[in-house]
């Protein structure tokens, strides 16, 4: 139904910044939310950022709070992720995800999402 592109990351030294960007195609308008999350090796998938596609509410892990920046464009289908003072142990695989169903949960979740993106790589030196 959907699919997701992820595109932005790359290398960067601790305490700068990078911006991720997904782009969404195909049924985009049912989709209730879209999120970020991120996997480094030998650890499991954990969510980073959500937004609600109607209304931008949004959520954050609270590693992140004060540094990162969900934002969406629904004009042109593409979720962001503004990564301010970035530290080493941002070091991971970024994914964004959509999720199809309206939910209520106050974290975020990755059985919650159905539809990933490939992945695009945030590396952050010392």
């Known amino acids: 139904q959907v699919q997701l592109v992820e595109s932005g990351g790359g290398s960067v030294q601790a305490g700068g910044s990078l911006r991720l960007s997904c782009a969404a195609f195909g049924l985009t308008s049912s989709i209730y939310a879209m999120g970020w999350f991120r996997q480094a090796p030998g650890k499991e998938r954990e969510g980073v950022a959500r937004i609600y596609t109607s209304g931008g509410s949004t959520t954050y892990a609270d590693s992140v709070k004060g540094r990162f920046t969900i934002s969406q464009d629904n004009a042109k289908n593409t979720l962001y992720l503004q990564m301010n003072s970035l530290k080493p142990e941002d070091t991971a695989m970024y994914y964004c995800?959509?999720?199809?169903?309206?939910?209520?949960?106050?974290?975020?979740?990755?059985?919650?999402?159905?539809?990933w993106g490939q992945g695009t790589q945030v590396t952050v030196s010392s």
């Open positions: 995800a959509a999720d199809f169903r309206l939910r209520f949960s106050s974290s975020i979740r990755e059985s919650d999402f159905g539809y």
